[in-house]
Nanobody, 128 residues
Framework: QVQLVESGGGLVQAGDSLRLSCAASGRTFSNYAMGWFRRAPGKEREFVAAINWSLGLTYYASSVKGRFTISRDYAKNTVSLQMNSLKPEDTAVYYC?????????????????????WGQGTQVTVSS
């Protein structure tokens, strides 16, 4: 089993920044990716960003590219999401997830159904 714990959410104003973190513990994998997804009220879950753990390849949704940065910390086994220039439409519950099976690069990382483990989520609210 893998435990994922997100932190760093909160209430900010448009244009502000937030940094989300996701600490992973439990089972380890030789090859995997970690991703961030979000679900806004009344909307489907959507892909935000992902990173291949060993290669460091990163992927972003077009809506956040240039504003958000995903990164990993080997020592802390943590993945972070730096969110700058936040907009009200970024308001959502943000979830981190681990994909440990199949391809861990490319477009497969944008599909939430292919991830194996999920955190509980952290709320991000951006006021206008």
């Amino acid at each position: 089993q893998v435990q994922l714990v997100e932190s760093g959410g909160g209430l900010v104003q448009a244009g502000d920044s937030l940094r989300l973190s996701c600490a992973a513990s439990g089972r380890t994998f030789s090859n995997y990716a970690m991703g961030w997804f979000r679900r806004a009220p009344g909307k489907e879950r959507e892909f935000v960003a992902a990173i291949n753990w060993s290669l460091g390849l990163t992927y972003y949704a077009s809506s956040v590219k240039g504003r958000f940065t995903i990164s990993r910390d080997y020592a802390k086994n943590t993945v972070s999401l730096q969110m700058n220039s936040l907009k009200p439409e970024d308001t959502a519950v943000y979830y981190c997830a681990v994909k440990s099976q199949g391809l861990v690069t490319g477009n497969s990382l944008t599909v939430g159904a292919l991830y194996d483990y999920w955190g509980q989520g952290t709320q991000v609210t951006v006021s206008s």
